[in-house]
């Protein structure tokens, strides 16, 4: 089935520690992001890319970064986790034209 | 530059009673509308989409939308809702035919339905 895939689902982790949060799609879409989003609040966007080898920064500043080197596949990194970086990661995945995005499950991430 | 606003960050309603999510849209060329929703802990999901057509749409778990190009709206209802349909839901709007098609989110509307 076809489908938008993030792991973990929820992370607690340490201050100063490396993270990746996983994001892969089974659907061929060559465009695909990543926003933040706090509990109960705004989605924010913070990077996306439009095909392999292509990566931008999203409204919201973000000290992670992210890579495209396969279509599926999007991960995003924080090289030194802080508190301030607590909150749900949200993958999405979308064709071109503008036809609306399709939503990963989210990675609830705590920094301690 | 397109904008969306949803006029209300939270509405309350009793279970069985209607209920209308607002939502306006700021663009200088032809849209395409979109309504998600979100439950506590989850991604987003698709509830409905206009994209042409008919400006009345129908989506999932009985919502439905209508397309207002003069008002430059695209409100969300329901004619009763249930406890279940407590979550966040998302007004988005993307550039018709844009070959980024990038999707414009709003802040969200809180609808908290009580019994």
């Known amino acids: 089935e076809a489908d938008i895939y993030q792991t973990p689902r929820y992370l607690v982790i340490g201050t100063g520690k490396k993270i990746t949060l996983e994001c892969s799609q089974t659907?061929?879409?060559?465009?695909m992001y990543w926003y933040q989003q706090d509990p109960g609040m705004e989605l924010h966007l913070i990077h996306y890319s439009y095909g392999v080898n292509s990566t931008e920064k999203g409204d919201l500043s973000s000290e992670s970064t992210v890579s495209r080197i396969r279509t599926e596949h999007f991960p995003l990194t924080l090289e030194s986790a802080r508190p301030s970086h607590t909150s749900q990661y949200l993958c999405?995945?979308?064709?071109?034209?503008?036809?609306?995005?399709?939503f990963g499950s989210g990675t609830r991430l705590t920094v301690v | 530059a397109q904008s969306v606003t949803q006029l209300d960050s939270q509405v309350p309603v009793f279970e069985e009673a209607p209920v209308e999510l607002r939502c306006n849209y700021s663009s200088s060329v032809s849209v395409y509308l979109f309504w998600y929703v979100q439950y506590p802990n989850q991604g987003l999901q698709l509830l409905l989409k206009y994209l042409s057509g008919s400006t009345l749409v129908k989506g999932i778990n009985g919502f439905e939308a209508e397309f207002n190009k003069s008002q430059t709206s695209f409100h969300l209802r329901k004619p009763s809702v249930h406890i279940s349909d407590t979550a966040e839901y998302f007004c988005a709007v993307s550039e018709y035919g844009g070959s980024q098609g990038n999707l414009i989110f709003g802040k969200g509307t809180k609808l908290s339905v009580k019994p």
């Open positions: 659907m061929g879409h060559d465009k």
């Open positions: 999405a995945s979308s064709l071109p034209g503008g036809y609306g995005y399709t």
